[in-house]
């Protein structure tokens, strides 16, 4: 027969079982997540890398030298402008060196917006200069978008019975005033955050950015637990993060065509 003594140890050897259980989890769970942007990385350099080929003569590593580092990632950028002008079709070309977003059509810019702050990921920042250029000399192409705003402006107009009785009824574009925010997913894995730049003068731009972005968070927070629970290590999405004004945000988002093209210039 069990003791009181036993009985009460009984309650706490559990908890501490679960607390242990608990513990070991998160410890995977972070070892998970911190394989993701190792392996993202390993993959691209393998798809990307210079490759030397002892057979063939004057065959030099030139990754380390810097003016050729710099001339690669201005053709990187060419390149994806010359595939996306090549579509005749509207796209976004993003400079970072001349903080500017453009919309373009057939290499000609059709609108540019400043850039008031970017953010990008370790992985394209810190990366591998040879590597990232290869990868973004491609133009990547929008999946999808999750947008605070819709893509077209909701238009009701009542039919009158007749010609004399004709008053337009509009209910006026609701994006002139709510916050422009917007997450396009690409298909290369990469994340592009357009927010508008917050006005100071109404905090609840900066209430609605946040919470906007916590729901696209937790969504992205669930697509890892599933990853980790069948014990596969989660996909890294590297991400661009970019401020721009409201009215500038607003017409980026709804001239882009479904599966619109982006090129990065950083």
């Given at each position: 027969m069990a003791t009181d003594t036993d009985k009460k140890k009984q309650p706490g050897i559990a908890i501490l079982i679960v607390e242990i259980l608990i513990l070991a989890f998160l410890v995977?769970?972070?070892?998970m997540a911190m394989l993701a942007p190792v392996i993202k990385r390993d993959a691209l350099e393998t798809e990307f890398g210079f490759i030397?080929?002892?057979?063939k003569e004057n065959n030099r590593d030139f990754t380390t030298d810097s003016a050729y580092l710099s001339l690669l990632k201005q053709k990187s950028y060419l390149e994806s402008r010359v595939i996306m002008a090549n579509t005749d079709s509207i796209y976004?070309?993003?400079s970072l060196p001349d903080s500017t977003v453009n919309l373009e059509i057939s290499g000609v810019s059709v609108h540019t917006a400043p850039i008031k702050h970017y953010e990008l990921s370790r992985i394209i920042k810190k990366g591998n200069e040879?590597?990232?250029?290869s990868f973004l000399s491609r133009p990547f192409t929008i999946q999808k978008d999750y947008s605070s705003i819709p893509k077209e402006p909701l238009m009701i107009k009542m039919a009158p019975k007749d010609t004399s009785e004709y008053q337009p009824d509009i209910i006026p574009d609701t994006a002139d005033?709510?916050?422009?925010?917007?997450?396009?997913?690409?298909d290369n894995g990469i994340r592009l955050f357009i927010y508008q730049d917050e006005n100071k003068l109404n905090p609840g731009?900066?209430?609605h950015r946040i919470t906007f972005d916590f729901r696209?968070?937790?969504?992205?927070?669930?697509e890892t637990l599933r990853s980790v629970l069948v014990f596969k290590v989660p996909d890294y999405h590297p991400y661009i993060k970019i401020r721009l004004p409201r009215s500038d945000a607003k017409i980026i988002y709804r001239a882009m065509p479904k599966n619109g093209q982006v090129a990065l210039f950083r």
């Open positions: 995977y769970y972070t070892i030397q080929d002892d057979k976004l070309t993003i040879y590597v990232i250029s005033f709510e916050p422009v925010n917007y997450i396009m997913e690409m731009d900066h209430f696209y968070r937790l969504a992205a927070f669930i």
